[in-house]
C-alpha cells in the first residue's frame, strides 16, 4: 500500500487540555464527564497500561469502537494519527500530537482513524483509555473490532 498522508487536523478527533487539581497529597485529574460527551461515545470499560521508553503501540484501528485516550503522566508521548475514512472530509491526512505528564490531555479517536503512540524521553508512560465498546464484546465472546498495522512492512501507517 503506497498512501501519502497530508499532515493537518483530522475531522472526528477531539482534542482536550485536561487539568491537574494538585494539593500536598498529590493531583487529581477529571479523565471524562458524562455532561461533556455525547451519548453514542461514552465509554462502556476502562483501562490503563504502562509502556516503556522508545515502545509504540499501534497503530491500528477500529471499525466501530471509539476510544478516549488519557495522557496524563507519567511519562511523554508522540501520537499520531491517520484518517482512514474515504467518506471523510480529512481523508488522507496525518495528525502528530505530544501529551502526557508535561501536557496533559485527552483525545477521542473515532471509527475508522488509525492511531497509535510512541512514549518519548526516559520515564514509561501511563496511558487510560475509556472505548465506547466492550473489548471482544458481551462475555468476550465476540470477534475483536481492530485492524492492525503494526506488523506490515508495507503500511503507510509508521512510527
Known amino acids: ?17 485536561l487539568k491537574k487539581f494538585v494539593d500536598d497529597r498529590g493531583w487529581l485529574c477529571e ?4 455532561d461533556e460527551l455525547p451519548k453514542e461515545i461514552m465509554p462502556v470499560m476502562s483501562y ?9 503501540r499501534g497503530p491500528h484501528a477500529h471499525k466501530h469502537q471509539t476510544d478516549i485516550f488519557c495522557f496524563i503522566g507519567p511519562g511523554n508521548f508522540e501520537i499520531r ?3 482512514n475514512r474515504p467518506d471523510s472530509a480529512t481523508y488522507g491526512v496525518m495528525q502528530r500530537l ?9 483525545i477521542t479517536v473515532p471509527p475508522g482513524v488509525v492511531h497509535g503512540y510512541k512514549v518519548v524521553g526516559t520515564e514509561p508512560g501511563l496511558v487510560f483509555n475509556c472505548p465506547n465498546r466492550l473489548y471482544a464484546g458481551q462475555g ?7 485492524i492492525r498495522y503494526e506488523e506490515d512492512e508495507n503500511s503507510p501507517f509508521r512510527f
Open 1 to 17: 500500500m503506497n498512501k501519502t498522508f497530508k499532515t493537518g487536523k483530522i475531522k472526528g478527533v477531539i482534542l482536550k487540555e
Open 48 to 56: 490503563c497500561s504502562l509502556t516503556y521508553p522508545g515502545i509504540a
Open 140 to 146: 468476550k465472546k465476540e470477534e475483536v473490532d481492530e
Open 81 to 83: 494519527l491517520w484518517d
Open 31 to 34: 479523565l471524562f464527564r458524562e
Open 98 to 106: 505530544f501529551a502526557g505528564a508535561d501536557r496533559p490531555m485527552s
